[in-house]
Structures are given as structure tokens and as C-alpha cells.
């Protein structure tokens, strides 16, 4: 019983940085209907930018934990912002209305590009973090077996949430939300209501990959370890997740995010790890077989 | 003559919208039936249904062939292109732009040349059955292209032709297919009067010379009133008048529709 | 050409560009020590923002894309000469291992082309003619490669023996991979596998007790010439095919030989390939490719269509995969990594989708371009990248491609 809840509770964690991932996938899906490749990248640079950050704020010296917290949130949000911004502009804007395979390929080679720029400019090694936020709770013990909640693994879940709700709102109540709604069922018709659709679009991916900003400074945080590849593994298994919850939904984005989370804790914790990267590949082919639509999505139906 | 194709009680609903209601008609062998109505009547999305790209929410869409009678509703796209012998031209003109005139009307014959190829074995090894299978299908080719005016553009890339030879290639194209009922959603769209009227006498001929039924989406009446047997008139996804071009010419419901009620 | 827009344009760029590159570029974790030094290296930023200002500027004296403009004189150049260019490149190649400054190290490179270039082919078949995004191609050739590995391995088997068992497993797990996912959309479909090829890997780590894990296998078996080893001492004794010959054994012989056996498979793929392309099936796959609501309204099944792209390209990733293996003479599963299946598909992006002579130039290109130097090797991928970005926008037909019809009107005369 102890384990089970210590597998959930790490599933919950790890659900919520695929939920934060996931929704940058889900929005731009929705919006110009393609999968942004690049969009685990995002990710892992959102990562970097925390850890180098940290090291920045260590070199001068801060080192009270909220302040140091804050400023890198900020900092990370800024960057990555402005590279999910920079490679809509690049490598998408002028692809649209081309074939249909051009601005998958672009992704893909948008996708190695960064991951490369990022390796060639920070080395290929492993980058470590010494722990800045410690300390938890002990929930309960039984079988000799102590289940751990950390302050961290609290935070990240009240974030990913309170992040989530957040962005209901705005997409729900302000002008944005409501051109990005505009803009996800007619592009076209959008426009001519005066909707201003390439920024409308820009929004989306800058929102996106400060999700994703958030996503790789939590990743930061708790495991302490990254290194240039882990947006690949990462944006797929968020994918997975965007998938799940019903590629589009901003809820599904979520719910996917901390299903697939829990499965693959579970998974690992009950089976094996080796294969832990397999049992999430298998959710997404089951899913696109049976259930393409996700769980909280509407069934797509063609316009000839 | 019988009926080809019998719709009976067709309803379409995309969610909270009915796109068709309740719609009921036939089109017969070997005559031109048009289907007409005011913009968003729901005219393509009877077409879509009936080559299989929508799946009805409920209705039967009955094609008589052969004495057999296949249920359209419950087939595949491709299926009903292939073996209920349904062939369609679209509303945005989609032929293999990339590729040549040529290969457009040999794809359209695919999959007689695919049987004749053994699953390609006997078209690796070159064997005669096959090059027998390849020249029959390259002269009827030839014979549409003579018929529509595009021999000698044969090798040129469908996508640089000009509007109205695409439109007319799109159905030179179904009609390699060899058919049994040719779709054409608003093949006149676009056209100059002269070219109307040479899109007149093509169906035409393809009735009188082919004997293939036409079903015709048009909002052209120089095309409708001239070639049409019959013609059914749709609004808001019900059918509101069905006869002959004269009957539906004075119908006072189909008049309402078009042009609303007089002013009193 | 309005200079001061183009200023501005460039300056609003590299101010985007100061933004990105601050932190990454600005500073360096890399020292070596305690893992939270960190240096700066502002110069990069400032080497980075002026490039990006100047590159941004020279950009917009290129001409804008037209899309149906006239393609690049390099393609109609090739397209026309066509014939003469793959004769000559066919006489160059079958000459090449007699040529004066011929090594084994150049013959072992001139072999790895051929082995990519047919690898371009084969990915061409989904990707260029049907217009299917496979993103784990590396998967297909590694059922192939260890097909080899492993019936050597457990029942002795030959290269030969290998090989065609080789193309016939690879085949079939691309056709299991397809059945259940042919339906989806483009972008799924290519996630889909991209997550295949990473799962064969893993698989391939992970089952140690079959496939000996990260270690790989070595010992490969090498090609024989009817059952006469090329080597120096034939295993179990036999004779050699030096010792058949009565002449010395020398090494570069087994390099020739490798090679030219490589060369014929090579001419065959492409010989079935152009011959495919010419039957209803490879048209079916240009029009699937071209619209696949067109297709489906002709009558042709999308789902078997696929299906036999992704068999075709797989049978040919197979055969292509013992190849790759036994010019190693080893297999490890780092070998058929994301990296791989990328470097594939910037062939066939690069050279150019559907057109045989183009991904062979792009292949030896890309092959043979990171040999110039351990500095350019370190840039190949993120080259890659950038090249297929940059073909997106300018040429997305490839850098060297036009398609030839697959028939013509006068064929109808014969």
C-alpha cells in the first residue's frame, strides 16, 4: 500500500511537467493543426536556461531560495519564450499553405538544429544541480517502507494546476482566448473579422513554450540532472499525453499529462524501467487506434 | 427506366447542426439528375455521403447494379468508387496537379491495371498479359483526351492547365473510372457561357454515348434547365420540389426559396 | 529594394537573436571542475548577434520564393541529362576501385555511399513517392542488420544466406508496424514512427539474452564469392577464392569485392525502383501522395497503398541493413539511433523527393563531407537541421530534383 502511493505520488509529479509540455503541443495543434516537433526542444532549453541561471545566481551570490526561484521562473519564461517565438516565425510562418509534408520536415530539421545548437554550445555531458529546494513530508510508513512527499513534488503539482486553471480563464474571458478560439475554427473567416492571426498565432507559441520553460526549470529541480536529449523522450511521451487527453483540449492536455505520468510510474515501479519508454509508446498507438479523438476531444471529421 | 440510385430518409447531423433531413429521391439509369438549392442547402454533403467520405447518420443510400443492390451507406469511400461503380468530380477541382494530363486519366484506371499486374509481379517481368493491360488503358486515354481537346497537352502538367480544361480533365478522369454514375459537384462553376455550353454537350454525349447516369450539384440553370431529366431542389437540407426542369421552373416553393417571398 | 526597411528588418533580427543567445551562448557550463562553475563568453553573443544582422541582411537581396516558379537551373540541368549523368556516374563508380589514388580507406568510403545512397532510395519509396513521413527508418535497417548478426550468430549463417532473410524480415515488421497506424494523419503517422524506431532500439538494448545487448555482435560474415571465402584462411578449412585463383591474398581485395557486390545490389534497387514507379502501384503512390481524397474517390485503397510503400521501403532498408553490417563487421544498437533515420531523411529532403539522381548526389554529399574534418563532423547535424529548414522554404522539391512522368502519350504508339 505504501508503494502504491509512493508510485502515485511520483506519477502525479511526473504527470504535471508532460501536462505543462502537453499543452504547448495541444494550443498549436489546435490553432494551425501541426504537431510542433520542435516543441520538446523548447523543453529542454527551457531547462537550460533554469540550470544556467541557478549558476548565474549562485556566481553573484543570491542564495535565498524564493527570491532565487522567482528570478529564475522569469528568466526562463523570457528565454524560451523568445525561442518558441523565434521558431514559429523561422521555420513554420513561411511554410504555411505549402505541400503538406513541408512544415513537418521543417520541424524535424528545426527539432535537430536546436538540439545540436544546444549541445555544441553547452557540451554533450550531463549537467548537475545541486538540490535547492529540500525537505518534505513522511506520510506513513508500513512493511518497513516510507512513503515521501517533498515540498518540491507539492509545488510542481500546485503550480502545473494553478497554471492550468489560469489559462482557462484567459482562454475562456480575455480577446486572446477568444481569437485563438476564432482562430482554431476558421482561419480564414477570423481574419476577415479582423482577428490579427499571425500574432494570435505567435501568442499561442510563446505561451506554449513558457509552459514548457516552467516544465524544464521543475525538471531542473527534481531530478537535478539534465543534458541536451531530454526534450527528445520528454516531447514524446507530452505528445503522448496532448494525445491521450484529446489532442486540442487544454483539459485533456492535462488530464493526459498526469494519466501518462502515473502510468509510467506505475510501470516502472511495478515492472520494469527498461521498458517504461515502450509501455507510453504502446498508450499512444492504442490510442490513435482506438480512440484518435482522446478522451475529452471531438471527433474530427473531414471537409471535402 | 429504373431507378440507379434510391436515397431514402438520408439525415446528416454534425453535432447540434442537421445538415440533411429526411431527404428522399432517386436519379434514374441513364438520365441526368440535378440537385440544386440556395447555398448551404447541404447539396455536397448529400454527395459526400453518397461516395462515402460522410457517413449518414441514418437513411439508405440504395445503388441497384446488376440486380444486386448495394447499400452505400455501410461501404467505404474507396469501395463505392470501386465497386458500386460511383465516380465524382469535387467543387475545388482536385486532380493530380503534379502530375501530367496523361498519368491523371491512367491513374483513374488503377485498379483494373493493378489486377492485370499480378500485385506487380507480372508488371516486374514484363510479362504480355500486363502490357496488354497498360496499352488498353493508355487508349482509353487517348479516346477522352480526343473527346475533351487535350491530345496534344498530354504530357503537360495538369496543374498548368487552364481553369476550364482542368475542370473538364476532372471529369474525363471519373469517367476512365468507367462508372455506372458520375458525380459532377458544380462542374460549371467558373465557366464562360461558351464553355457551359460545351460542358453541355460532353454530358450529353456522356449519357447518350457512355449510358452513364449523372447526378449534377449546379447552380448554373443554362446547364440545369438544359440537359437536366430531372431535378430536385433542396433548402435548409429538406427537399422542397422534385420533377421535371419545367415543373420545378414554376414551383412556387422552389421560387420562395430562390427569391424570397413578394413584397406586400 | 527599399535599404532601410531591409536595416530594420535585419536589426529587429539580431536583437531576437541577442535575446536566444545571451543565455546559451553567453555562457558556458562546460568547465571542467566543480559542476557549478559557469563562465561567460560574451564574445560568442556578440559574434552570433552580428552574424545573424548580416545574414538577415544579405537574405533579402535573395529572390522571394514563387511557389510553381521555374525551378532551379541546377535541376532542369539534371533533369534533361538525366540519362548521360547516371551513365556516367555508373562508369565512374565501376572504375573507381582502379582508379590511381584508390585506398581502402577511399574504397571503404566510396562503399558506405552506395550503402546511404540505396538507404535514400529505399526511404525515398515512403517518404518522396507516397509522401509518408517515417521518422525511425533506422529501425528497418536494423531488423536487417541483426538478422544477419544473429543467424550467424546462432545457426552459422552465410551472407548470402542472410540476406534475402534479411529483406523478408524487415519487410515484415514494416508491414506490422503499418497495419495498425495507416489510417492516421500525416503527423501522427510520423510520430508514430519516430517512437517505433526509438522502441526497436530500446528492444535492442534491452533483450540481452537474444540480441547481446549494448555489446553488440562482432565476427560478422562477410560476402563470399560462390562459397569461396575472401579472406586469408578460410574458417573450417576450405579453400579461398585467392587459393582457387592461385594468385596472393591481399586485403584490398576483400574491399573490392565488398564494394562491387555493394555496387550491383545498388544498380538492382534502382532498377526496381524505376521500374515500380512505372507500374500502377508506384503511380498509385505519387497520386496517394498528391491527394489522397482524389485517390480515394478513383478507387483506390489508401491503406493497402500505403501498406506496400512502407513494405517495399522496409525490403529495401533490409537487404540495405546487412550491408551496413557487414561493412562494419560488427553490430551495437547505437548504430540505428534517431541520428541515423535523421541523416536518411536529409538526404532524400536534400536531394530532393522522388528523384533517384538526386539522392545519390545528396548522399554523397552528406557522406562524404564530415571526412573533411573532425570540425565539420562536430557541425554535420546541426547542418542537417538547418538544411532542412532552409530546403523547406527555398526548394522544397529538394536541391536537385524534377519529376519525370512516369508515362507518356507516345508509349501508347508502341
Redesign the interface.
Known amino acids: 500500500m505504501a508503494y502504491f502511493l509512493q508510485q502515485l505520488i511520483n506519477g502525479l509529479t511526473l504527470g504535471a511537467i508532460y501536462a505543462l509540455i502537453a499543452i504547448g503541443y495541444t494550443m498549436v495543434y489546435g490553432i494551425i493543426g ?2 510542433n ?1 520542435a516543441h520538446g526542444e523548447i523543453y529542454m ?1 527551457g531547462a ?2 533554469s ?3 541557478f ?2 545566481l ?2 553573484v551570490g543570491v542564495t535565498w531560495v524564493p527570491l532565487a526561484l522567482v528570478v529564475v521562473l522569469v ?1 526562463a519564461m523570457f ?1 524560451t519564450s ?2 518558441g ?2 521558431v514559429e516565425r ?2 513554420y510562418r ?2 504555411r ?10 520541424a ?11 549541445q ?4 554533450a ?1 550531463v ?4 538540490p535547492v529546494v529540500t525537505g518534505g513530508f513522511r506520510l506513513m510508513e508500513s512493511g518497513g517502507f516510507a512513503v515521501q512527499l517533498s515540498y518540491l513534488q507539492i509545488i510542481i503539482v500546485l503550480v502545473t494546476i494553478a497554471l492550468m486553471a489560469g489559462f482557462s480563464v484567459m482562454i475562456a474571458a480575455t480577446p486572446l482566448g477568444r481569437a485563438q478560439r476564432a482562430c482554431e475554427q476558421d482561419m480564414t473567416m477570423a481574419a476577415l473579422l479582423g482577428v490579427d492571426v499571425d500574432r494570435t498565432i505567435s501568442t499561442t507559441f510563446l505561451i506554449g513554450a513558457a509552459l514548457a520553460a516552467v516544465a524544464g526549470m521543475m525538471v531542473t529541480l527534481y531530478y537535478g540532472v539534465i543534458d541536451f536529449f531530454i526534450g ?2 520528454a516531447g ?1 511521451k507530452a ?1 503522448t499525453a496532448a ?1 491521450l487527453g484529446g489532442i486540442g483540449s487544454l483539459p485533456g492536455a492535462v488530464l493526459g499529462g498526469f494519466l501518462i505520468g502515473i502510468i509510467e510510474a506505475f510501470w516502472s515501479g511495478y515492472f520494469s524501467s ?2 517504461k ?2 509501455a507510453v ?1 504502446g498508450v ?2 492504442l490510442v ?2 482506438f480512440r ?1 479523438s482522446g478522451l475529452l476531444g ?1 471527433p474530427e ?2 471537409k ?1 | 427506366m429504373s431507378a440507379l440510385l434510391q436515397v431514402e430518409d438520408l439525415t446528416m447531423r454534425f453535432g447540434g447542426l442537421l445538415a440533411i433531413d429526411r431527404l428522399s429521391f432517386a436519379a434514374d439509369e441513364e438520365k441526368i439528375t440535378a440537385v440544386i438549392g440556395p447555398n448551404g442547402a447541404g447539396k455536397t454533403t448529400v454527395f459526400n455521403c453518397l461516395t462515402g467520405f460522410y457517413r449518414p447518420t441514418s437513411g439508405s443510400l440504395a445503388l441497384h447494379r446488376e440486380g444486386r443492390q448495394l447499400r452505400l451507406e455501410r461501404m467505404d469511400g474507396w469501395r463505392i468508387a470501386r465497386d458500386a461503380g460511383i465516380a465524382r468530380t469535387f467543387q475545388n477541382i482536385r486532380l493530380f496537379a503534379g502530375m501530367t494530363v496523361l498519368e491523371n486519366l491512367v491513374i483513374a484506371q488503377h485498379n483494373k491495371l493493378m489486377r492485370a499486374s499480378g500485385w506487380s509481379i507480372a508488371g516486374l517481368l514484363g510479362m504480355a498479359r500486363y502490357r496488354s493491360a497498360e496499352t488498353t488503358a493508355l487508349e482509353r486515354a487517348a479516346a477522352w483526351l480526343d473527346r475533351i481537346g487535350l491530345v496534344d497537352r498530354a504530357d503537360h502538367v495538369a496543374g498548368t492547365l487552364p481553369y476550364g480544361d482542368q475542370r473538364r480533365l476532372e471529369i474525363a478522369r471519373a469517367m476512365c473510372t468507367e462508372p455506372v454514375l458520375l458525380c459532377l459537384d458544380e462542374p460549371a462553376a467558373g465557366l464562360n457561357p461558351h464553355e457551359s455550353h460545351e460542358l453541355n454537350r460532353l454530358l450529353l454525349s456522356i449519357r447518350d454515348r457512355d449510358r452513364v447516369a449523372i447526378l449534377l450539384i449546379e447552380h448554373d440553370m443554362n446547364v440545369v434547365m438544359g440537359i437536366s431529366d430531372r431535378v430536385v431542389v433542396l433548402d435548409y437540407g429538406k427537399k422542397i420540389a422534385d420533377g421535371t426542369p419545367n415543373d420545378i421552373r414554376v414551383d412556387p416553393a422552389v421560387i420562395k426559396a430562390y427569391l424570397g417571398e413578394p413584397e406586400t | 529594394m527599399d535599404l532601410g526597411r531591409l536595416a530594420k528588418d535585419a536589426a529587429l533580427a539580431a536583437f531576437v537573436a541577442l535575446i536566444l543567445a545571451i543565455p546559451l551562448a553567453g555562457f558556458d557550463t562546460n568547465q571542467p571542475g566543480a559542476s557549478a562553475g559557469i563562465a561567460t563568453r560574451w564574445n560568442w553573443v556578440a559574434i552570433a548577434v552580428a552574424a545573424v544582422f548580416v545574414g538577415r541582411f544579405v537574405i533579402g537581396f535573395l529572390p522571394r520564393r514563387r511557389p510553381g516558379g521555374r525551378p532551379p537551373v541546377v535541376s532542369l540541368f539534371l533533369a534533361k541529362h538525366q540519362n548521360i549523368l547516371g551513365w556516367i556516374g555508373l562508369g565512374i563508380a565501376v572504375v573507381w576501385p582502379f582508379l590511381p589514388f584508390a585506398s581502402q580507406y577511399l574504397l571503404d568510403l566510396a562503399t558506405a555511399v552506395l550503402i546511404y545512397i540505396m538507404l535514400g532510395w529505399g526511404l525515398n519509396v515512403v517518404v518522396g513517392l507516397a509522401g509518408l513521413l517515417n521518422l525511425g527508418y533506422a529501425a528497418f535497417y536494423a531488423v536487417g542488420a541483426y538478422t544477419l548478426a544473429l543467424t550467424a550468430s546462432y545457426w552459422n549463417f552465410g551472407f548470402w544466406e542472410a540476406l534475402p532473410l534479411a529483406g523478408l524480415m524487415s519487410a515484415i515488421v514494416g508491414i506490422l508496424l503499418a497495419l495498425p497506424v495507416l489510417r492516421l494523419r500525416g503527423d501522427y503517422l510520423a510520430i508514430v514512427t519516430l517512437g517505433f524506431g526509438e522502441i526497436i532500439r530500446i528492444i535492442l538494448i534491452n533483450w540481452q539474452s537474444f540480441t547481446y545487448g549494448p555489446n553488440g555482435i562482432n565476427g560478422l560474415p562477410r560476402p563470399t564469392f560462390f562459397g569461396l571465402p575472401l579472406a586469408a584462411r578460410a574458417p573450417g578449412g576450405g579453400e579461398t577464392f585467392t587459393q582457387f585463383l592461385g594468385i596472393d591474398y591481399n586485403q584490398a581485395q576483400r574491399y573490392i569485392y565488398l564494394y562491387f557486390v555493394t555496387l550491383v545490389l545498388a544498380l538492382l534497387v534502382n532498377l526496381f525502383i524505376l521500374r515500380l514507379r512505372r507500374l500502377p502501384v508506384g503511380r498509385a503512390w505519387e497520386a496517394l501522395r498528391e491527394d489522397e481524397i482524389a485517390s480515394r474517390a478513383l478507387g483506390i485503397n489508401p491503406v493497402s497503398v500505403k501498406l506496400s510503400a512502407f513494405a517495399v521501403g522496409a525490403l529495401l532498408a533490409g537487404f540495405a541493413g546487412v550491408f551496413f553490417a557487414t561493412r562494419q563487421g560488427f553490430v551495437s544498437p547505437e548504430s540505428f539511433n534517431f541520428q541515423e533515420s535523421a541523416t536518411v531523411l536529409a538526404i532524400v529532403v536534400l536531394g530532393g523527393m522522388g528523384s533517384q539522381l538526386g539522392i545519390a548526389l545528396a548522399a554523397i554529399i552528406l557522406v562524404t563531407l564530415p571526412e573533411f574534418g573532425r570540425d565539420f563532423a562536430q557541425f554535420r547535424m546541426l547542418l542537417f537541421g538547418a538544411a532542412m529548414v532552409g530546403i523547406m522554404i527555398w526548394r522544397p522539391r529538394g536541391l536537385f530534383s524534377i519529376r519525370t512522368p512516369s508515362i507518356r502519350l507516345r508509349d501508347a504508339k508502341r
Open positions: 501541426m504537431i516537433f532549453i537550460f536556461v540550470l544556467i541561471t549558476f548565474v549562485g556566481a528568466s528565454f523568445a525561442y517565438w523565434t523561422v521555420a513561411p511554410l499553405g505549402s505541400f503538406r509534408l513541408a512544415p513537418l520536415i521543417s524535424i530539421g528545426m527539432s535537430i538544429f536546436l538540439q545540436n545548437y544546444v555544441l554550445l553547452q557540451g555531458q549537467k548537475s544541480l545541486p527528445f523522450l514524446m505528445f494525445v527498461a521498458y519508454d515502450v509508446f499512444l498507438v490513435l487506434i484518435p471531438r471529421i473531414e471535402v
